[in-house]
T-cell receptor, first 115, second 115 residues
Framework: EPEVTQTPSHQVTQMGQEVILRCVPI?????FYWYRQILGQKVEFLVSFYNNEISEKSEIFDDQFSVERPDGSNFTLKIRSTKLEDSAMYFC?????????????FGSGTRLTVV | GENVEQHPSTLSVQEGDSAVIKCTYSDSASNYFPWYKQELGKRPQLIID?????GEKKDQRIAVTLNKTAKHFSLHITETQPEDSAVYFC??????????????FGKGTKLSVKP
């Protein structure tokens, strides 16, 4: 079964540093997303991406965040200057055009720890 | 924007009993309501979903009901088993052009099934 792949699985960074979280969506999917989950809390929407541009973003997705699809396979989330409160699990997701069940798939996540 | 409320936050049942988790949403335009199961340290996994043109959907021991007028939807698990123990999240979104759009999640229900 096709999977959304995320790397690294765990990243530790110092406050103020830039981090890039990487995702490889399922190959025939057209819609890409980033979500985050602070430990013990709910999953929160960050941003959706379609046709090489951001289609929606939440209040969390401020100027410190950016997304990019640098080539035909990768989808990245960059945090320019990390804060302690950015520590969370970050999930990438992708979905297909039809949106049928199981078309929306989460990756296994990157645990970001800011120290 | 959309707001999803979920309750209870914790639920403990005996093996074999039924479990019911309830969610309400605020945006009447929402038309897609998935339920996710998340085991500790893992990604959310879709277990069932329902669209606003359907009032009820069942998949083996799991069923979801939707009341559009009252803007609430519920997850029903029958004949619970210890492996059903996990955190369950409801979500709501507006599907457009086939995409699930951004999913707004509830805060989660920690279900414990005691053998």
């Amino acid at each position: 079964e096709p999977e959304v792949t995320q790397t690294p699985s765990h990243q530790v960074t110092q406050m103020g540093q830039e981090v890039i979280l990487r995702c490889v969506p399922i190959s025939n999917h057209l819609y890409f997303y980033w979500y985050r989950q602070i430990l013990g809390q709910k999953v929160e929407f960050l941003v959706s991406f379609y046709n090489n541009e951001i289609s929606e973003k939440s209040e969390i997705f401020d100027d410190q965040f950016s997304v990019e699809r640098p080539d035909g396979s990768n989808f990245t989330l960059k945090i320019r200057s990390t804060k302690l409160e950015d520590s969370a699990m970050y999930f990438c997701a992708s979905s297909d055009r039809t949106g049928v069940r199981n078309g929306f798939t989460f990756g296994s996540g990157t645990r970001l720890t800011v120290v | 924007g959309e707001n999803v409320e979920q309750h209870p936050s914790t639920l403990s049942v005996q093996e074999g009993d039924s479990a019911v988790i309830k969610c309400t949403y605020s945006d009447s335009a929402s038309n897609y309501f998935p339920w996710y199961k998340q085991e500790l340290g893992k990604r959310p996994q879709l277990i069932i979903d329902i669209r606003s043109n359907v009032g009820e959907k069942k998949d083996q021991r799991i069923a979801v009901t939707l009341n559009k007028t009252a803007k609430h939807f519920s997850l029903h698990i029958t004949e619970t088993q210890p492996e059903d123990s996990a955190v369950y999240f409801c979500a709501a979104s507006i599907q457009w052009r086939g995409s699930q759009g951004n999913l707004i999640f509830g805060k989660g229900t920690k279900l414990s099934v005691k053998p």
